[in-house]
């Protein structure tokens, strides 16, 4: 894949959502927009025009905004590629994907190589390229989305995939979670040296109102937990929690799940 020329903006949204924007010149692609107006004041202020959108799963705060934004598109004759998960009939969707496909984002002049991560939802996917990753509600920094959808073992392998991906890649999620996330995985792994120096970076960060937001693979696999559920101190304390002996990968990683549903 061609090494990217675009830079990544973002469109904050509802309480802790990022709608991330790629941005070459006068066009964009948007991922997951799930309100529309920010979307259409980001077009208005800078002077730019929409010709991609990227969806990762189909709940309402990634896909609320599709139609206006189509709608918008259609009345200055503008069409707009709508890349969607086929597992859900999205509206609007002009290519639908389940993984393994890579998309050319014409304008933009860019490649994502699509990565299919059912557990939040059975037809999540991301995006990636290069060095950035658009994951949804799969990854987050210092945890993982609930499973609405999938089982723990799914969305194990889903995580498996994503830290195939190398240290240096950009994980663009959806929401900043970084800080309640990080108060979790501090009760999985209380010692975690590299943990604890990134609590600190972050409360300091939220402090001052900043984003946490992207992470990398490299920084997730020291300190997110459901990326370490392979780790021995991991299934001890996963076994304290379920009160029965943890033994493998997806028997902590369902636990810990649980316990954060639960924290
Ligand atoms: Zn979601």
């Known amino acids: 894949m061609s090494q990217p020329n675009y830079s990544i903006d973002v469109i904050k949204a509802f309480n802790d959502n990022y709608i991330w924007v790629l941005k070459n010149q006068q066009h964009i692609a948007i991922v ?52 969607a998960p086929a597992k859900n009939n999205i509206a609007g969707t002009t290519t639908a994907l389940s993984g393994n496909e890579i998309i050319t984002l014409d304008k933009l002049n860019v490649s994502f190589e699509v990565i299919d991560v059912p557990g939040h939802t059975l037809g999540h996917i991301a995006y990636f390229n290069h060095d950035v990753l658009f994951c949804g509600d799969t990854l ?25 991906l190398s240290n240096s890649t950009k994980v663009y999620c ?37 984003m946490t ?14 990326l370490r559920c392979h780790l021995p101190h991991i299934h001890a304390i996963a076994s304290e929690y379920v009160n029965n002996p943890v033994n493998n990968e997806i028997e902590a990683f369902a636990a810990i799940r649980r316990w954060k549903d639960n924290a």
């Open 213 to 226: 937001i992207p992470s990398t693979i490299g920084l997730e696999k020291k300190i997110n937990p459901f």
């Open 32 to 83: 997951d927009p799930g309100d529309a107006s920010v979307c259409l004041d980001y077009i208005a202020r800078h002077n730019v025009i929409l010709t991609d959108i990227l969806i990762t799963h189909h709940h309402p705060d990634h896909i609320g905004g599709l139609t206006k934004l189509i709608d918008h598109n259609e009345a200055l004759g503008l069409t707009t590629n709508v890349y």
């Open 174 to 210: 959806s929401h900043e979670y970084t800080l309640a996330n990080l108060h979790f995985a501090l009760m999985v792994e209380p010692e975690n040296v590299d943990l604890l120096n990134y609590f600190n970076q972050v409360v300091e960060l939220r402090e001052q109102d900043q």
């Open 140 to 164: 987050f920094s210092g945890g993982c989305g609930r499973l609405f959808e999938g089982s723990p073992e799914q969305m194990s392998d889903s995580l498996a995939k994503l830290t195939k």
